[in-house]
Each structure stands twice: as C-alpha cells, then as structure tokens.
C-alpha cells in the first residue's frame, strides 16, 4: 500500500470517521497533493487547537489548505508566463511607439511609464525575472533573448517564486490571524 492510502487510512482510523470509499476518496483527495516529508505536520496539525472547532472531513479540509499549493503543473504555468510576456510585450510596444510619435528617447518613457494598476500582480512576477533588477530592466531586454522558450523560462521560474513568497506570506498571516 503507498504511503498517502496508508496515511489516509490512519487519518480516517485516528479521527473516528466512517470507513467506507466515499470518505476514503474525500480523504484521499485532500492529501495527495501532501509532500511525504509534511505527512507527519499534517497529521499533527489535525488535533492542533486551531482547528479544535472544526469535525471530521471539514478539518481535513482546513489543514490540506495550508499544505496544498497553487496549481504549478506546467501547463498552467506557461499559460500564465504566456499572459505576462504578452503584456510585457505589449507594455514594450505601446512605449515604443509613443517613442516614435514624439521623438523622445524610448529608455527614458520605459523608465518613467506605468501600468494600469490591474497589472499589478504581472508586475510584481516581472520584477522578480532573473537577472534583472526590476520589470523595467525585463522589458528593456527582452528582446535580446535568443528564444522566446528562454524568455518564458525565465518568466516561469519568477511565477514560481512569485507563487511561493505568497504562500509563504499566507500561512505567516494565518498564524498571526490576519486572514482565515
């Protein structure tokens, strides 16, 4: 038996729920996602007082929240980098154009431009693209790239980044008990 049935089971065993598949599947759901090295957190956060209020499968619930991350299968990630690098090309060409219309030095508008503030998450991502110091520097270079797949590699390693530093500040929210 593989490590998450065994540890599905014990959850089901340790918290008295019924033993059937509809509440083996529901548990199951919830903890596949679990690295094996936080099993033991996640067992332990089950009887921890913070969820002392919730029963049975709404705790399971609760505590996989704070172990499941966002989805980061690749296929979600390229759509994401693909919509940021679209903006960030768009950004670069709306710029570059105004450049054009008024004779001004396009390096200067880049520095001095910005984005609505819908953009903002696009933004923050963009500003975590190694090896550059901020978005601006990104859009600056981007062109000079060999590849667009470089490009959308270096966008998806910031939207991993991105991902993590927010999951981190979530649970860190959490235990201070700013958010639920």
């Known amino acids: 038996m593989s490590k998450k049935k065994e540890f599905t089971t014990s959850i089901i065993e340790a918290m008295k729920l ?3 598949i509809f509440t083996y599947e529901l548990i199951f759901d919830e903890v596949k996602n679990v690295a094996d090295a936080d099993l033991m957190k996640f067992y332990k956060l089950l009887f921890d007082e913070r969820y002392k209020y919730l029963n049975g499968i709404a705790k399971v619930v609760a505590v996989a929240k704070e172990f499941n991350a966002p989805d980061t299968s690749t296929k979600d990630l390229k759509a994401r980098a693909k919509k940021i690098i679209i903006f960030a090309e768009g950004f670069y060409e709306t710029v570059f154009e105004h ?7 396009f390096n200067k508008l880049i520095q001095c431009a910005k984005p609505d503030k819908r953009y903002r998450q696009a933004i923050e991502i963009l500003n975590l693209v190694k090896p550059h110091d901020d978005y601006k520097s990104f859009i600056l270079n981007m062109k000079f790239y060999q590849t667009s797949l470089e490009v959308e590699k270096r966008v998806i390693e910031a939207i991993r980044a991105y991902d993590e530093s927010k999951s981190i ?3 860190n929210l959490k ?3 700013l958010v639920s």
């Open 18 to 20: 019924p033993n059937d």
């Open 99 to 105: 450049s054009i219309a008024t004779g001004d030095d």
């Open 169 to 171: 500040e979530n649970v």
């Open 175 to 177: 235990q201070l008990g």
